[in-house]
């Protein structure tokens, strides 16, 4: 959500920075409904003055005897006069945050400009992709092969992008999200937490899933959404507080299943655990004060980093265009795994610094240190990492010309010494 003081003060500005997203300026319509709204409260205002003035000339008129009959008139006439107006300053206000909760966040000055992913800038890379001596085979040919990933069953008891994971993988896949939360927990210093799967109306919009990504989550008949990611409940936890300072920065994380529609996804990734209706990450969430969050957004992202690192996978990390920043990012970094079945580089981690753009959405705020003032804390997000693809990028990059997969050392500790997954 959007400060309409910002755009007061420099129109031009806020509408350029739309035009970086490739949007067109929307700085005049907003102005004027806010306009029309300080009119009104101007109004408003001023015949609440007015009536005030008439209920003392009424009382002292009253004590004295007089004719008030044609003040109460005019009372009675200000009244409907106010009912009025507050309902048009309301109307007013409601369609000014119609209009600001549409928008998204403006971008950092960093940002390469660009319409697309084509225009995403490499930052830096880690190790260098494998070079097998023979055609690397993709994860769910492997899978497949290993009698270990089932598509068939999970289609036919749930539909398309489900996927069944099963012995030694189905082990590797929960060894994966256990080692990641231990090392956030144990090394970088973030707070392991167990969320709801299900959020209400005032949280999915607080974190700016509402209203705009509506058709890419699931609703439940009883109104909840489930979540397309533990981001939502985590920055959630903040939603119309006040805390303090001292408490600052908040770094929480959670291993959850995340639930997506995938709508507009069609014919993108059919095959495999790519884009799936139901996976599992380790998310990342820092609650950090304004002047903090750069730095925390690299902080984040190493940390999300390092568990590429240990695992040994080829990765780089990308700073994303303009036209391809999420909604409420300021910023994006991509860590992006070498996937060689695909020989393709694929997304695996996304770290967002939003600033205050959920902080208004939700009214999180913080006391300063002297108890002098209340502002909107700054709030980041970030995948650390995504289990499921997780599991892809090392049956890919750790996949022996049998078929079998080598373990990664990060992980065999949670794998009760397995070393290979072999068929059988």
Known sequence: MHDIRVIRADAAAFDAALARRGLPGASSDILTLDGERRTAQTALQAKQARRNALAKEIGQGRRTGADTAALEAEATGLRGDMESLEARAGELDRAIRSVLESLPNILDPAVPDGADESANVVLSRFGEPHDFGYAPKQHFELGEALGMMDFATAAKMAGARFTILRGPLARLERALGQFMLDLHTQEHGYSETIVPS???????????????FADTMFRTTDGRWLIPTAEVPLTAMVMDDIVAEKVLPIR??????????????????????????????????????????????????????????RLELPFRRVVLAAGDTG????????????????????????????????ARRMNARYRSADGKSVSYVHTLNGSGVAVGRAL???????QQQDGSIAIPDAVRPYMRGLDCIVAG
């Not at 990734?269 to 957004?297: C, N, W, Y």
């Open 392 to 398: 892809i990028a090392v049956m890919e990059n750790f």
């Open 327 to 358: 909604f409420g990012a300021v910023k994006t970094y991509d860590l992006e795994v070498w996937l060689p079945g695909q020989q393709a580089w694929r997304e695996i981690s996304s770290c967002s610094n939003t600033r205050d753009f959920q």
């Open 252 to 309: 929480v994380t959670a291993l959850t299943d995340c639930f997506r529609s995938e709508a507009g996804a069609a014919g993108r990734d059919t095959r495999g655990m790519l884009r799936q209706h139901q996976f599992r990450k380790v998310e990342l969430v820092s609650v950090t004060r304004p002047e903090d969050s750069a730095d925390e957004h690299e902080r984040m992202t190493q940390c999300a980093e390092a568990v590429l690192q």
């Open 198 to 212: 299900l959020v209400n109306d005032a949280t999915a919009y607080g974190t700016d899933k509402l209203p705009k």
